[in-house]
C-alpha cells in the first residue's frame, strides 16, 4: 500500500499507509495528523489542506493544475516552489512513498 | 472542578467550536451531543464528489475519531437532546440521560424544507442533506435513466450537474425565473442557466412542481404549467428550515433560526447559537441574517471560542462561499443584495470571470467562475475594509490588478 509521512512543525512525524487513489488531506483527516483541516471537502477551495512536499518527491508527483495553482496564493503559512493542496495530491502508480511537511498555520 | 460547555450538534459548527475552544485553552468539560449515528462528517462533498460513478463513497469526517480522545472531547453520538430546561441549566436526552451544563451551544443545523406538493414525500423522492440521503442516492442512481430535480438552488444543481455527467437525462423545475436567484446576480445566473443547458440538463424556469405520482413502476411529476415528466428518481431541493424548535421550546427568542447577537448570544444568559440555525446582525448586508455556509459554520465557530474563553469580540468575518457544479467552479465573496449593480470582469464567454457586485458605487461583493485568483482578491480587498469604488474597476478584467499594495490616501 502507499505511504505518506507527514512531518510536524515541532520534528514529530507519522506514517499513514493509503489506498491506491487516496489523496494526502483525506488521509490525514482519516487519521486525525494535526495541521490538516480540508476544511471545503477537498475541493480546491480552501487551501486548509496546504503541505510541503518532500524535494526529491516532488516531481514523481501530478504537475499543480490552475485552479491549485492560483489557490496557493492565499496559504495562510508562505507558500514555496513545493507547496501542494494535500487534497489534490494522490497516492498511487509511480508515487508508492511520499514525505510531505505540515506548515504551522492553516488558518 | 472547571466550567461545562455542553453543545448540542454534530456538525461543522459544533466540531469547530469544540476544537477552537481547546486550541483557546478552554481546560473544562466538554460534550458535544449529536443525534447522527455517524462520526461527524463533512456535507458539502455529498452534493459532488459522492455523487459521482463508482463504488460506494466513503463519508469524510470532520476529525479522525481519535481526535475527540485526543482533546478530551465527550461526543456522544446517536441520541438526541430532547428538552432543555434554562433554569436548572440541565438537558433531557431521548435515550433518558440528563446532563447539567454552565454554558448551552445551539449548533443545531437545518434540515430540509418538505416539498409541500402531492406526492411529495413517495418512495423514489429525496432530499439531499444527510449521509442517509446521500447513500440512498448513490445506491439509486445506477438504475435511473430520468431523472426531475426540484429547485435549481446550490444543492439541486450540484446534484444535477452530478447526474448529468454520468449520462443521465435531467430536468430541472424552478418556480422562480433564474437559478440560485435568492444567491446571485441576474448575469450569474443567466450564465449558469446557459451552461447547464449546453451540458445537456434542461433546466425549466418559471415552472414549479404541482404534484408527483407513482407511474408503472417510476414516477412522474406534473408541473405548476401543466406539463409532466417522467422520473425514475426525483431530488428537491427547495431551502431549509433551521433547528429551532428546541430551543423555542426552552423559552430561548427565535425568528427565522435562533436570534443571536452579535456575540451570538440568545436572550437567554449563558445560551448561544451558531452556524446554520442562528440568526445574526451581519454588517456585510446590515441586517439580520441566517447564512447556510462552512465559512460561516466554522468562523462563527473560532469566534464563539474566543468569546467563550474570555475575549470578547463581534463576529464580522466576511462571508464566501462556493459550490462546484460538474467542471463549473463558483466562488463568492461577501453578500450580494438585490439591487446591486453587476460588473462584469473580463469575458463571459470564456467561462472564466468575475462579477464584481457595487452598492451605492462601492464593492460589495464578487463572484467568480473558475477564477480562484479573483476569489481570493476579492476575499482580501473586502475583508481589509478599504472602499473599492466603480471607478477603480473601469477597464480591469481581473481583480488580481487591485490587490497590488497601493499609495496610502492621504
Ligand atoms: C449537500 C450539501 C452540500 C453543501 N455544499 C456546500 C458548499 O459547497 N459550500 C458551503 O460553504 N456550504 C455547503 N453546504 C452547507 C454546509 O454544509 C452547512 O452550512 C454546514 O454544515 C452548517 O453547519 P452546522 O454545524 O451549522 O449544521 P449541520 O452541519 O447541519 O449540523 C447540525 C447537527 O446538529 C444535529 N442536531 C440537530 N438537532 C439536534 C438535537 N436536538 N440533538 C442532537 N443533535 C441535533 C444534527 O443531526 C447535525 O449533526 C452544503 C450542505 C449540504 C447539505
Ligand atoms: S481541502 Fe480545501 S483546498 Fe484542499
Known amino acids: 500500500m502507499p505511504t505518506i509521512i507527514y512531518s510536524q512543525p515541532d520534528g514529530t512525524s507519522t506514517e499513514v499507509e493509503v489506498a491506491d487513489g487516496g489523496n494526502v488531506m483525506r488521509a490525514a483527516v482519516n487519521e486525525g495528523i494535526a495541521g490538516i483541516v480540508g476544511e471545503c471537502g477537498g475541493q480546491a477551495m480552501c487551501a486548509t489542506c496546504h503541505v510541503y512536499v518532500d524535494p526529491q518527491d516532488a516531481a514523481s508527483l501530478s504537475p499543480v493544475e490552475d485552479d491549485e495553482d492560483e489557490m496557493l496564493d492565499c496559504t495562510t503559512a508562505e507558500r514555496t516552489e513545493f507547496s501542494r493542496l494535500g487534497c489534490q495530491v494522490k497516492l498511487g502508480g509511480p508515487v508508492q512513498r511520499l514525505r510531505v511537511s505540515i506548515p504551522s498555520d492553516q488558518v | ?410
Open chain 2, 1 to 410: 472542578m472547571g466550567e461545562h460547555i455542553l453543545i448540542i450538534g454534530g456538525g461543522q459548527s459544533a466540531v469547530q467550536l469544540a476544537d477552537s475552544l481547546r486550541s483557546e485553552g478552554f481546560a473544562g468539560k466538554l460534550t458535544l451531543i449529536s443525534q447522527d449515528t455517524e462520526l461527524p462528517y463533512q456535507r458539502p462533498p455529498l452534493s459532488k464528489d459522492f455523487m459521482a460513478e463508482g463504488a460506494a463513497p466513503e463519508l469524510l469526517p470532520l476529525r479522525a475519531e481519535s481526535f475527540y480522545e485526543q482533546q478530551d472531547i465527550d461526543l456522544i453520538r446517536a441520541t438526541r437532546v430532547e428538552m432543555v430546561d434554562p433554569r436548572a441549566r440541565i438537558v433531557h436526552l431521548h435515550d433518558g440521560r440528563q446532563l447539567g451544563y454552565d454554558k448551552l451551544v445551539f449548533a443545531t443545523g437545518a434540515r430540509n424544507r418538505p416539498l409541500p406538493c402531492p406526492g411529495g414525500d413517495l418512495e423514489g423522492v429525496h432530499g439531499l442533506r444527510d449521509a442517509a440521503d446521500a447513500h440512498a442516492l448513490h445506491a439509486a442512481l445506477p438504475g435511473a435513466r430520468r431523472v426531475v430535480v426540484i429547485g435549481a438552488g446550490f444543492i439541486g444543481l450540484e446534484f444535477a450537474a452530478a447526474a448529468r455527467a454520468r449520462g443521465i437525462e435531467v430536468t430541472v423545475l424552478e418556480f422562480a425565473p433564474r437559478p440560485m436567484g435568492r444567491a446571485v446576480s441576474a448575469p450569474l445566473s443567466g450564465w449558469f442557466t446557459k451552461a447547464h443547458l449546453a451540458a445537456g440538463i434542461q433546466l425549466r424556469l418559471e415552472e414549479g412542481v404541482a404534484e408527483i405520482a407513482e407511474h408503472s413502476g417510476g414516477l412522474q411529476v406534473l408541473s405548476s404549467t401543466g406539463n409532466s415528466y417522467l422520473a425514475d428518481l426525483v431530488v428537491y431541493g427547495v431551502g431549509v428550515l433551521p433547528n429551532a424548535e428546541l430551543a423555542e421550546a426552552a423559552g430561548v427568542p427565535v425568528d427565522n433560526g435562533i436570534t443571536v447577537d452579535e456575540q451570538l448570544r440568545t436572550g437567554l444568559e449563558g445560551i448561544y447559537a451558531l452556524g446554520d440555525c442562528a440568526n445574526f446582525p451581519s454588517v456585510h448586508c446590515g441586517s439580520s441574517i441566517r447564512l447556510e455556509s462552512v465559512q460561516n459554520a466554522t468562523d462563527q465557530a473560532r469566534t464563539l471560542a474566543r468569546i467563550l474563553t474570555g475575549q470578547p469580540q463581534p463576529y464580522r468575518m466576511l462571508p464566501w462561499f462556493w459550490s462546484t457544479q460538474g467542471s463549473i467552479r463558483l466562488q463568492i465573496a461577501g453578500l450580494a443584495a438585490p439591487g446591486d449593480e453587476p460588473v462584469v470582469l473580463g469575458d463571459l464567454s470564456s467561462g472564466r470571470f468575475s462579477i464584481a457586485l457595487l452598492r451605492e458605487g462601492v464593492l460589495v461583493a464578487v463572484e467568480s467562475v473558475n477564477r480562484p485568483a479573483d476569489h481570493i482578491a476579492a476575499r482580501k480587498l473586502l475583508s481589509g475594509g478599504q472602499r473599492i469604488t466603480a471607478d477603480r474597476l473601469e477597464g480591469i478584467t481581473s481583480l488580481k490588478e487591485l490587490s497590488a499594495p497601493m499609495a496610502p490616501v492621504a
